[in-house]
């Protein structure tokens, strides 16, 4: 086989050419380069009409057929969405003519100086490049290294989208792909102004000559010109003169002055310190490609985290606020004001804290010291409380019943947010819980909130109501009363009322587990998932015959009754294992009734009668599950009919780890799912129980599809030996009965 039938399927007719560039009419001619000049044409490309370059040799600039073939050579074996495609080639007689997808904004070169290609774009389209580089200099496979030898901004293409496409491959070279540093020996070519000074004094060719010519570039978009002048006749070089400003940190001399303004400081910094290292004349001190990827893109992101924050943030507005900040605030950039915002500030003699969340929406807290109203007992005010945003807390209240009036001065209008109060409590070192109902002072009827979130800061935080702020200004009067299920709190301490905007939850699109993509299941992952359960390998056997992979793994994850009904075995969407254990392996028969449930994946269920406590103790099996993998195990259980009244109450849960001189880790956990929050209207005595969210909060029960209540009550990790004993005990904290609680088992799944 030739040369040329490897390349046969790119070949096209020149009167196919012609056809298509009218002849190579003017009206047709897009450009001129080192090659020969480039004609825009349409040919009827996999059925459509494509519009494509025809870039036609013209030996009279220097190149010839050996560069017509490399480039040939190159972009049909090298291919990446950062170099220029090729299309078609044309070889008949004297024309030699490649067929390129048509850029169809130009080259880079002619937007340099346009104030129109924004600071953001330009970013974008010199990463694009960089990966384009960064593949040529390290491809995958066995490809050889390619030296392009001739990067400028001519030789970068913009499609439709602005996205970068290298091109001009008739001056490349290859290379060993498996070297860290490849030096050829080469004839000097290149264009002045781009060409790496070693190379140009001693014909020593390496990937970083083109890191060099790269860096040139990076200036050039960051000074909105190229690197060279003719000034009376004579060609003068930029780039010593770019070299030396930055060294003085006099860049500001030569930035584009149209890009000034929308530049963020910290982009601009990160751009211009890797364009710099580019130009270092020891090659040791060159960036790679890839390093130079890296620094682009965390410019890029410096640069729309900027511009995003300008869009969201009212700093005129939050300029007047912050003449009420403690102590005065300064910043040198709005960027640094919205980290310093992020965090919070110390408002109005200490009694509000603000803070701006990542919309750039603000949040206010309203200090329980400043605003306590009512109390039955007692309480203290705690100086210099340890973390607290304020100068005082309200602190070790006993046994009392309290109230907290909140008048909010820096809300967000137009924005829904949550009341939530902010405290501690010391009953329990593990376990937030809520040791108190509350109410509006105009409701009749308390309300409940049975969770609290443990903040970052060390903070419980529980969500009390819902509104929609329609003004700055508002104000609150709350009381809070103990419930009789709760024991003496002290130590509660109080730090304030919290507004927060609502969090909204983003919808992805959850597959339907029989609309997937489906792999097909191998012989290996049958053998995987059976660990060393014949069972499971017979139950796939028998239905890798007569069931499609769609259907088989829809089963899977559906699962299998083993062991003779003892044990059900699926598989998650991760293809990681999972098992469950009915509560006849998990429960002591005597304290229970059984029944059968139609329901349920086992023929019996248990039911609670007359006890306000159980235990479950069960051996767990590692064949059963993934290696590697972190699993929890999850409490299926249902509660009788209207039995919010009996079950209202936190309930204590004590694992006892059997590994480690039986350790027991106590907690406070409730057994139904969170109560919706009530929503406040405008009118304040109107409210509705219809939320706008409802609490989520990690570790509590969900109502799962199958009409089960599932509880997470321990973590482990998949790597045992063999096998690992859990047993966890459930008390009711207000001597409440369990009677109509039915469990199913206990299911095992990665978290």
């Not at 509660?492 to 909204?504: C, K, Q, S, T």
């Amino acid at each position: 086989m030739s040369f040329m039938d490897d390349f046969e399927h790119l070949k096209i007719q020149l009167e196919d050419i012609k056809l298509a560039t009218n002849n190579f009419g003017r009206d047709k001619l897009i450009g001129r380069g080192g090659f020969g000049q480039v004609y825009k044409g349409e040919l009827s490309l996999d059925g459509r009409q494509t519009m494509v370059a025809f870039k036609c040799l013209d030996r009279k600039h220097g190149q010839g057929d050996t560069e017509f073939w490399k480039e040939v050579l190159m972009l049909s074996r090298y291919r990446h969405e950062n170099l220029v495609s090729l299309m078609h080639f044309c070889s008949e007689g004297e024309h030699k003519i490649l067929v390129y997808e048509y850029a169809f904004h130009g080259s880079l070169d002619t937007y340099l100086a346009n104030k129109g290609l924004t600071w953001t774009q330009r970013l974008k389209i010199c990463i694009g490049a960089a990966c384009g580089l960064n593949y040529l200099h390290d491809p995958s496979g066995t490809q050889q290294r390619v030296l392009h030898r001739d990067i400028k901004s001519s030789n970068i293409l913009l499609d439709e989208n602005w996205n970068a496409k290298l091109s001009d491959f008739g001056l490349s070279k290859l290379g060993p792909a498996n070297q860290q540093h490849t030096y050829l020996i080469s004839n000097v070519v290149g264009t002045p102004g781009y060409c790496d000074p070693l190379y140009w004094e001693m014909g020593f060719l390496s990937k970083e000559s083109d890191v060099y010519s790269f860096g040139v570039v990076l200036f050039e978009v960051m000074c909105g010109r190229l690197c060279f002048e003719y000034s009376n006749g004579q060609l003068r070089i930029l780039v010593r003169m770019w070299q030396k400003l930055y060294d003085e940190k006099r860049l500001d001399e030569i930035i584009f002055q149209d890009l000034k303004e929308n530049m963020d400081s910290d982009s601009l910094n990160t751009f211009s310190s890797i364009a710099y290292k580019c130009l270092k004349r020891e090659r040791e001190e060159r960036p790679t490609m890839a390093e130079i990827v890296k620094e682009l893109e965390i410019a890029l992101d410096q640069q729309e985290f900027s511009e995003d924050v300008r869009k969201r943030v009212d700093f005129e507005e939050i300029s007047k606020i912050l003449d009420l900040a403690i102590p005065p605030v300064s910043y040198r950039s709005q960027k640094e004001l919205f980290l310093l915002l992020s965090k919070g500030i110390l408002l109005s003699g200490g009694k509000s804290w603000l803070s701006i969340n990542k919309n750039g929406e603000q949040c206010e807290m309203v200090s329980a010291a400043e605003s306590i109203f009512e109390y039955t007992s007692g309480y203290d005010l705690s100086k210099n409380y340890e973390k607290s945003r304020f100068p005082s807390v309200v602190f070790h209240m006993i046994d009392g019943d309290f109230g907290l009036e909140a008048d909010t001065k820096f809300l967000s209008t137009h924005v829904t947010y949550t009341i939530n109060l902010v405290f501690k409590h010391h009953l329990w070192d593990n376990g937030p819980y809520v040791p108190f109902k509350y109410k509006l002072e105009e409701e009749e009827e308390y309300s409940t909130s049975c969770v609290a979130h443990l903040r970052e800061d060390g903070w419980l935080m529980t969500e009390l109501y819902q509104f929609t702020s329609y003004q700055k200004e508002h104000k609150f009067r709350i009381r809070f009363v103990r419930p009789s299920y709760y024991s003496l709190h002290r130590n509660l301490v109080l730090e304030g009322i919290e507004f927060r905007p609502v969090e909204h939850e983003k919808h992805q699109n959850l597959k339907d587990e029989y609309n997937v993509d489906i792999k097909p299941i191998s012989s290996s992952e049958i053998e995987k998932m059976s660990c060393d359960h014949p069972e499971i390998t017979k139950w796939l056997e028998d239905r890798m015959h007569s069931t499609s992979n769609k259907e088989l793994l829809c089963l899977l994850r559906k699962g299998c009754s083993i062991n003779n009904g003892e044990k059900w075995f699926f598989i998650d969407e991760n293809m990681k294992k999972c098992h469950m254990l009915p509560a006849r392996a998990i429960l002591q028969e005597e304290k229970w009734t059984w029944k059968p449930l139609q329901e349920s994946r086992f023929d019996m269920v248990a039911e609670s009668q007359d006890t306000n406590s159980f235990s479950i103790a069960c051996v767990i099996e590692s064949q059963l599950l993934s290696p590697q993998t972190t699993y929890a195990s999850y409490l299926l259980y249902k509660l009788p009919k209207n039995h919010h009244s009996v079950f209202e109450g936190p309930i204590e849960v004590e694992n006892i780890d059997l590994k480690i001189d039986f350790i027991t880790h106590k907690r406070l956990i409730y057994l139904i799912t969170p109560p919706h929050v009530p929503i406040i209207r405008p009118q304040l005595d109107h409210l509705s129980q219809s939320p706008l969210s409802t609490r989520k909060i990690k570790g509590h029960p969900r109502l799962r599809k199958d009409g089960w209540m599932e509880l997470k009550v321990w973590e482990f990790p998949g790597d045992f030996a063999t096998t690992i004993s859990m047993r966890t005990c459930f008390k009711s904290c207000d001597k409440w009965k369990f009677t109509g609680f039915s469990v199913q088992g206990i299911e095992f799944r990665p978290l």
